[in-house]
């Protein structure tokens, strides 16, 4: 199957259907490698099932200088045929293919006999003649099939030619040679078509006019990037990319550059400047090169080199050559100079990778030398120059190297940083020093990149480098994250590696040591992962020793995911203040990291915009980590919100991403989140299928956070089934009824849970204990959700008139409508408790609001549950006004507003990460609650009250 190649094979297929009834002539022209060869062969496939009789030839270069060798190629399953043309034909041809000998005949009367050979050779079966590499093709048989391929193209004239055919037409051309004698060479009704191919920066006399040429363009970047993926599906995204951007299209370079790559060593972790070309890429490449003079291609290898394509650059750093030397690679077609600004561009990617591989590593060195003097005012470039030019290890110049890694890491460039750590450890003299360097590459390649496939060689790397102490801290980082994240999920070694590694370090700890901070973060996360207190007691031990001061962000995750129960209330303070500050943060991992601490006390929204930039940024950079972690925060902001079919995108996005890289951990947050929404919606396989998913890859790896997601979910799908004892049972098993479990920060979510199970299981000592537990850790502080979820609770638990207060107490909760389904359930509680003590106006009010927000989240069993509360107080579910902008999902309503601003459904879906067709399928069904069947309306639907009825009629656009 040739990708991308629709259209083009559509009219290669058009054209031999159309030649078949009355001839015709086509040429392909366009670059090399862009696969003209193959849709010659696909060209010859579709003939054959078409019953079209084939004649195939090419150009061949050491046959260029030899009359009539490619004509006789051409021809020569057809000379079977040659007695049956007219003499005149039959002894031109015969004398032009060296047959028989005689005078040399004109070459238009052997075009003519050409044609009536064809002719007569089509006039039984439609005949197609195929020929490649037109420009190879020797001056006099090019002529000649020029002549051939044009009449074709007119088609002009009456068939004829052979034995039988008229005799004026053949003898008139046999005794002038020059007249039309167009019945001899005809092409209407001779069923002959010519399909030919050239190289479009080489010419062919072919292509002078009166015959159609169509252009091969390059693939398309979808279609590039689905060929890629489908014969390179291991490349990781960023290599994918690169190898995208310098192929530009070109379906051999797409196909030839990954296998040169793999040959390189890491060819994951650091991609060469210069990409290496295959065998048949250098001959493709570079034959325009070696015809250069040496001062000339001196020049371009110094611009391949610099990178820049300044020329004053090139002309200093070659001092000995003349910048005018350029002009010959300009009129071949290989650089474009810009006197106005000074700079070289090359016409072709590959032509650098071609530059290159025709010169000398002496030659190379010796610019990479004469380039880093003139970069002395720009170290990062100088110490990559120095490096490009260095052999031998050389410590001075590792240390150059290892500064641009930091360098370049504080901007976002993690790929950048283990390149350049991975040089400096190729350079660095002594062993620890280079254990050291490869330990902290494989550090960034497990922390943020994504490259976990690359993490245990480099490991093995450092730990033959250097069996000393001095890198074991970095590498146990690595190893860490290694075991975190991957399918292993082996939480427990990754805590000995850490502990073990943290404790060989020299005491007290260095609070601005990088590593060490980064090391706490990673054992801050282990410990979270397996959810047993026993593990945080070295973690804090280590904190502890951290001087001059522990660093806010590292207190702030600490408070807020190890045991935010207890320790979460004093820090919020602090933590509000630094999400305040968010949207101008530029460090992902500091984004990442407030994130984090924001999870269990309410306030991942507050770190929306910043997640989403880290999304975007993260497809640019290949950041794969950062990018699976924020998508399972916003996929948890997503379900506090009401969101969730933004919410099943973003997993399925993060699903995808982890399976390709081995993030099980990661996964099982996807799983986790995916769980609560089909539990919510009544889904009971599904959450089944999800959460057994969960725990059979955590079980055995008591990995206990992900083991009381899976409890979270099934909990509240027993709930929402009225299965009470099993809602119980679950939500007891994340935390015991009267006590809030000690790390176990998603016991804050099933508060309301446990004590609605315990009550409805007449357990109401368990639920006034469960209450009591959670008024004295004080969790109603940390957040508005939870003050709404504590009064509630405690509301479950009491008698009139108290429990109205505390209800109505609950519902009053500043911002209490960002948790929208938490307050769904709220106001269904306390319309239960209204209807029970025969407050029936104000039960129909709350029932019908906590319906109408389960409706609009396709929370089914509850809104059955509701609408059955109202049935009870003699009204129905179906009164209840069912549109206007309330009965707008969070989602639904912030589409509206963009929309309504004027954004297209693209813009709409870049800004919240949504395809345009999904952004189309929640307009489609947010214009009916809105009573409108345009999006003109949109804006006075959104600001006004009144209800509109819709035309049935009316064509809907979103």
Same mark, same amino acid.
């Given at each position: ?5 629709d ?7 058009r ?6 009834a ?8 366009g670059?090399?490698g862009v696969g ?6 696909a060209?010859?496939?579709?003939a ?18 030899v ?9 020569h399953?057809?000379?079977g045929t040659?007695?049956e043309l ?6 031109a041809?015969?004398?032009?293919l ?8 004109r ?10 050979? #064809?002719a007569?050779?089509g =006039? ?7 020929v ?13 099939m ?10 002009a004239g009456a068939s ?10 053949s003898s ?5 040679g ?19 191919a050239?190289r479009?920066?080489d010419?062919?006399?072919f292509d ?6 169509h &252009?091969l363009?390059?693939?398309a ?5 689905k #060929?890629?993926?489908?014969r390179?599906p291991a ?9 995208l951007?310098?192929a530009?299209?070109?379906p ?7 296998i ?5 060593p890491?060819a994951?972790a650091?991609i ?6 295959g ?17 000339t ?17 090139l ?16 009129r071949?077609?290989l ?7 000074g700079?070289l ?6 032509t ?10 002496d030659?190379?060195r ?7 003097? &003139? ?5 990062e470039?100088? +110490? ?8 031998? /290890?050389d410590?001075?110049v590792?240390?150059l190297?290892?500064q641009? +890694?930091?360098?370049?890491l ?19 003299p ?13 550090y ?13 060689k480099l490991?093995?790397?450092a730990r033959?480098a ?8 970095v ?5 860490a994250h290694h075991?975190?994240?991957s ?8 805590h ?6 943290i ?5 007290p ?7 060490m901070?980064?090391?706490?973060y ?10 047993? /207190? ?15 001061h522990v660093p ?10 190890a045991?935010p129960?207890?320790?979460a209330p ?5 933590l509000?203040?630094t999400? =305040? ?7 992902p ?6 994130a984090?601490a ?12 910043a997640l989403?930039?880290?999304l975007r940024?993260?497809r640019?950079?290949s =950041? ?15 379900f506090a919100?009401?969101?969730?079919d ?14 390709a890289?081995?993030?099980q ?9 995916r ?6 919606r009544?889904?009971t396989?599904t959450?089944q299928t ?19 997601g ?5 909990a509240?799908?027993?709930?929402g ?6 809602a ?6 994340v935390s015991?009824?009267g ?8 016991a804050?979510?099933?508060v309301?849970?446990?004590v ?5 299981t007449g357990?109401q ?15 109603a502080?940390?957040?508005a959700?939870?003050?709404m ?6 509301a ?11 209800f109505r ?15 769904a ?6 319309g ?9 106006t104000?039960?129909r009010?709350?029932?019908?609001d906590a319906h ?7 929370a ?6 509701a ?5 009870a ?6 009164? +209840? ?5 309330a009965t ?12 309504a601003a ?8 870049e800004?919240l ?16 609650k809105?009573g ?6 949109l804006r ?9 009825t ?9």
């Amino acid at each position: 199957m040739l990708i991308g190649r629709d259209d083009d094979l559509e009219l290669i297929r058009r054209f031999i259907d159309d030649a078949r009834a009355s001839g015709g002539a086509l040429l392909l022209s366009g670059e090399a490698g862009v696969g003209k060869t193959e849709l010659l062969d696909a060209a010859a496939a579709h003939a054959h099932a078409a019953d079209t009789r084939l004649v195939r030839a090419a150009g061949v270069e050491f046959e260029s200088t030899v009359s009539y060798a490619g004509l006789h190629q051409i021809l020569h399953p057809l000379l079977g045929t040659l007695e049956e043309l007219n003499t005149p034909y039959r002894s031109a041809l015969s004398v032009a293919l060296g047959l028989e000998h005689g005078a040399p005949p004109r070459q238009l009367i052997v075009s003519n006999a050409v044609s009536a050979l #064809l002719a007569h050779a089509g =006039a039984t079966r439609p005949l197609l003649v195929i020929v490649d590499d037109l420009p190879w093709l020797d001056r006099a048989s090019a002529v000649v099939m020029g002549l051939v391929a044009r009449r074709l193209g007119a088609g002009a004239g009456a068939s004829g030619g052979s034995s039988s055919s008229s005799s004026s037409g053949s003898s008139s051309s046999s005794s002038s040679g020059s007249s039309s004698s167009s019945g001899s060479g005809s092409s209407s009704g001779s069923h002959v078509g010519f399909l030919g191919a050239y190289r479009s920066d080489d010419g062919s006399f072919f292509d002078r006019g009166g015959v159609t040429t169509h &252009h091969l363009s390059p693939l398309a970047p979808a279609a590039a990037e689905k #060929l890629v993926k489908d014969r390179f599906p291991a490349l990781t995204p960023r290599v994918r990319t690169r190898l995208l951007s310098e192929a530009q299209g070109n379906p051999l370079a797409l196909l030839e550059l990954p296998i040169a790559l793999a040959g390189t060593p890491r060819a994951n972790a650091a991609i060469p400047d210069v990409l290496p070309l295959g065998r048949r890429l250098q001959t493709l490449f570079a034959a325009r090169i070696e015809a250069l003079p040496p001062t000339t291609r001196l020049l371009l290898l110094c611009a391949v080199l610099d990178g820049t394509g300044d020329l004053h650059t090139l002309q200093a750093a070659t001092a000995t050559t003349d910048i005018d030397d350029l002009a010959p690679a300009e009129r071949a077609g290989l650089v474009h100079v810009d006197d106005t600004t000074g700079r070289l561009t090359f016409r072709h990617p590959l032509t650098r990778s071609a530059v290159v591989e025709l010169s000398t590593s002496d030659q190379r060195r010796r610019i990479h030398r004469a380039l880093a003097e &003139h970069t002395a005012d720009r170290p990062e470039r100088r +110490a990559w120059q120095l490096a490009q030019a260095t052999v031998d /290890p050389d410590e001075h110049v590792a240390a150059l190297l290892e500064q641009t +890694a930091h360098a370049v890491l504080r901007r976002g460039d993690a790929n950048g940083a283990i390149a350049a750590l991975l040089r400096a450890a190729d350079l660095s003299p002594h062993g620890h020093e280079r254990s050291r360097r490869t330990a902290e590459a494989a550090y960034l390649g497990a922390d943020l990149t994504g490259d976990l496939r690359d993490v245990p060689k480099l490991l093995e790397d450092a730990r033959r480098a250097d069996t000393g102490r001095t890198g074991p801290l970095v590498a146990a980082v690595a190893a860490a994250h290694h075991l975190l994240l991957s399918g292993e999920g082996d939480l427990d070694t990754a805590h000995r590696l850490l502990t073990g590694a943290i404790d060989m370090q020299h005491q007290p700890y260095d609070a601005t040591d990088t590593t060490m901070i980064d090391a706490l973060y990673t054992l801050a996360w282990v410990c979270h992962g397996a959810g047993r /207190p026993e593990l945080w007691k070295p973690l804090h031990r280590a904190v502890a020793l951290l001087t001059p001061h522990v660093p806010d962000r590292l207190a702030l995750t600490l408070a807020t995911i190890a045991d935010p129960a207890r320790t979460a209330p004093t820090a919020l303070r602090l933590l509000d203040d630094t999400i =305040a500050t968010l949207d101008q943060e530029t460090d992902p991992v500091r984004i990442i990291r407030t994130a984090m601490a924001a999870v269990y006390v309410d306030r991942l929204a507050d770190c929306r915009t910043a997640l989403r930039r880290i999304l975007r940024d993260g497809r640019d950079t290949s =950041a794969v980590t950062l990018e699976l972690q924020g998508l399972v925060f916003l996929s948890r902001d997503c379900f506090a919100a009401g969101a969730w079919d933004q919410l099943d995108e973003q997993t399925e996005q993060g699903r995808r991403l982890s399976a390709a890289h081995s993030y099980q951990l990661l996964t099982t947050d996807y799983l986790y989140q995916r769980a609560l929404v089909a539990a919510a919606r009544g889904d009971t396989a599904t959450t089944q299928t999800l959460t057994d998913e969960i725990t059979l890859w955590a079980a055995p790896r008591r990995v206990g956070s992900a083991l009381s997601g899976a409890h979270h979910a099934q909990a509240l799908a027993a709930l929402g089934q009225g299965r009470y004892e099993e809602a119980y049972r679950h939500a007891t098993a994340v935390s015991p009824a009267g006590e809030l479990a000690s790390h176990v920060p998603t016991a804050l979510f099933l508060v309301m849970d446990l004590v609605e199970a315990a009550i409805r299981t007449g357990r109401q000592t368990e639920a006034a204990a469960h209450v009591a537990a959670a008024r004295e850790a004080g969790i109603a502080a940390v957040s508005a959700r939870l003050t709404m979820t504590v009064e509630a609770s405690a509301a479950l638990t009491a008698r009139a008139p108290q429990a109205g207060e505390l209800f109505r107490r609950a519902l009053s909760t500043p911002a209490a409508d960002r948790w929208p389904f938490d307050r769904a359930r709220i106001q269904l509680a306390y319309g239960e408790h209204l209807r029970r003590t025969r407050a029936t106006t104000e039960a129909r009010t709350h029932l019908a609001d906590a319906h109408d927000t389960f409706q609009r989240l396709g929370a089914r069993p509850w809104a059955a549950r509701a609408a059955a509360e109202l049935r009870a107080t003699g009204q129905t579910a179906g009164h +209840a006004d069912t549109t206007g902008p309330a009965t707008l999902t969070p989602q639904q309503r912030e589409i509206a507003h963009l929309a309504a601003a004027g954004l297209t459904n693209k813009q709409i879906g870049e800004r919240l990460h949504l395809s345009p067709r999904t952004v189309s399928s929640h307009l489609h069904q947010l214009f009916p609650k809105l009573g409108i069947t345009s999006r003109a309306a949109l804006r006075d639907a959104l600001a006004e009250p009144t209800r509109h009825t819709p035309d049935d009629n009316a064509t809907v656009k979103p």
